[in-house]
């Protein structure tokens, strides 16, 4: 095991780690130099278990133990040993899980390739697929990732504008799901829906807008192969991709409320559909 005690903030070993709440800051070094964090240990030995390859490990002395046989797994990734205040001032926040990682990330996957992976299962006739589109929450993108996985949706595609789902946030919130659903950025958008169709899908939007159906008459339809289109909460899909539906739907809602968060939203709609 690689093991590299260190004692100053400003060592440069520790720069994948500096103010990881920054998330300008973060998103121009993510991007630069192909990385991503890991938070907690769940989620760094998800992300191994899925084949990223770590660049390195901070960790506190106490958490060497539960993670041994990860870091074990990856022995050219060093083992940074810090206390916990001075990852407090390194990252810029409680490092309350004990644990971080910096991964490499994977080349961009094209959105082709996993539409064959999702409908190539053996003994599998049915395909569901999640499209975001826009939403800039992480929060978000990571609980939709996590109901995805916990409802069996095949793979998730993201709009160019939509954040990263490997940011840490979204990671975090994901429970290490972003490394089990199947994901891709799809752009050219929204032209790209037409890929979907041209490929047996139904698309289906979420929304409130002109001619919607509700979710069950969708579920009662039984589309073997559905995705299913969901933009941000304050404007809903934009007028381009509402234009490449094929169905609008919506959730029948009581007591004068007509929207739910996107999370919520996304949940109920896999489920109902699954």
């Known amino acids: 095991m690689n093991q590299e005690p260190i004692s100053a903030a400003d060592d440069p070993r520790l720069a994948d780690y500096v103010r990881l709440r920054e998330v300008n800051l973060r998103k121009s070094l993510e991007s630069a130099e ?49 206390s916990e205040e001075l990852a407090e001032q390194v990252t810029g926040f409680h490092v309350h899980r004990g644990a971080l990682a910096s991964l490499h990330r994977r080349p961009p996957r094209p959105v082709a390739d996993l539409l064959t992976a999702a409908r190539s299962t053996p003994h599998r006739t049915r395909s569901r697929i999640a499209v975001l589109e826009d939403l800039v929450d992480h929060t978000n993108v990571g609980a939709v990732f996590r109901s995805a996985a916990a409802l069996g949706v095949d793979a998730v595609l993201v709009s160019p504008r939509c954040a990263d789902p490997l940011y840490r946030r979204s990671i975090k919130v994901s429970m290490g799901a972003v490394f089990q659903v199947p994901w891709a950025r799809i752009d050219p958008w929204p032209d790209g829906l037409r890929l979907l169709r041209d490929s047996g899908y139904v698309v289906a939007g979420m929304t ?10 969708l579920a009662a339809r039984d589309h073997p192969n559905l995705v299913l289109v969901f933009g941000t909460e304050g404007h809903g899909l934009t007028a381009g991709a509402d234009r490449r539906l094929d169905l609008r739907v919506t959730i029948p809602m009581l007591n004068g409320i007509d929207s739910l968060n996107v999370a919520a939203s996304s949940a109920v709609a896999f489920y109902a559909t699954r």
Do not use: H, M, N
Request: charged share 30%; hydrophobic share 45%; aromatic share 8%.
């Open 208 to 217: 409130l807008g002109e001619g919607a159906i509700t979710l069950d008459e």
């Open 34 to 82: 192909g990385l991503f964090i890991a938070e907690g240990e769940k989620v760094i030995r998800r992300a191994v278990e899925a084949g990223y390859r770590p660049r390195s490990f901070l960790l506190a002395e106490r958490w060497l133990a539960s993670l041994r046989d990860v870091i074990e797994r990856c022995p050219e990734a060093p083992v940074y040993l810090v």
